[in-house]
Nanobody, 122 residues
Framework: QVQLVESGGGLVQAGGSLRLSCAVSRRTRSTYAMGWFRQAPGKKREFVAA????????YYAYPVKGRFTISRDNANDTVSLQMNSLKPEDTAVYYC???????????????WGQGTQVAVSS
């Protein structure tokens, strides 16, 4: 069983930055691709970013490309999401997830964290 715990959410002004972290309960090296998703109030959960097992391939949703950066530290079993130039529309609960493959679809991810709230004020 893989357990994921997110941290780093909070309230920030538009244009500001936040760094989300996801701690994984077991070794992830060469085991799981990792992704970040978000869900705004009244909206469906959506893909944000993904990183492959080794960390040398990443993929981003169009709305965050160029502003967000996903990275992983397999030695310490953590995945991070650096979010810069934040906008009010980035406000959502952000979830970390683990998948057996490098995918962008929610159904491909079998393990999820509890989520961390990000709020961006205008």
């Amino acid at each position: 069983q893989v357990q994921l715990v997110e941290s780093g959410g909070g309230l920030v002004q538009a244009g500001g930055s936040l760094r989300l972290s996801c701690a994984v309960s077991r070794r992830t090296r060469s085991t799981y691709a990792m992704g970040w998703f978000r869900q705004a109030p009244g909206k469906k959960r959506e893909f944000v970013a993904a990183i492959n097992r080794s960390g040398d391939s990443t993929y981003y949703a169009y709305p965050v490309k160029g502003r967000f950066t996903i990275s992983r530290d397999n030695a310490n079993d953590t995945v991070s999401l650096q979010m810069n130039s934040l906008k009010p529309e980035d406000t959502a609960v952000y979830y970390c997830a683990a998948s057996g493959g490098f995918w962008t679809t929610i159904s491909a991810y079998g393990y999820w964290g509890q989520g961390t709230q990000v709020a961006v004020s205008s």
